[in-house]
């Protein structure tokens, strides 16, 4: 079955990197696009970063441009979000998602980050 775990969150000081890694299995990787969210307790999930099957595209959501970058692995089926400069404001749980044709939508546990000193 899909199945998405992400790992790597934690507690990190203003200013701090973190990397968010998420494992997948159970479908063709290498295929499908590839997204991370987040989501704090005052907002719905939001789109942070998406990055083409085969890595050549990436997006972001504009607040994070420049201090967070999507990659992925398509050897390992793993997709990472690098996390640099990190803010108060990025402290949320963040998921990483894929749209398949048959099971439609698919998330991860998630990863809390917390950005405090």
């Known amino acids: 079955q899909v199945q998405l775990v992400e790992s790597g969150g934690g507690l990190v000081q203003p200013g701090g990197s973190l990397r968010l890694s998420c494992a997948a299995s159970?479908?063709?990787?290498?295929?499908?696009?590839m997204n991370w969210y987040r989501r704090t307790p005052a907002k719905e999930r939001e789109l942070v970063a998406t990055i083409s099957s085969a890595g050549g595209i990436t997006n972001y959501q504009n607040s994070v441009k420049g201090r967070f970058t999507i990659s992925r692995d398509n050897a390992e089926n793993v997709v990472y979000l690098q996390m640099n400069s990190l803010k108060p404001e990025d402290t949320a749980v963040y998921y990483c998602n894929v749209k398949l044709p048959i099971d439609g939508l698919r998330w991860g546990q998630g990863t809390q980050v917390t950005v405090s000193s």
């Open positions: 159970g479908f063709t990787f290498s295929l499908y696009a």
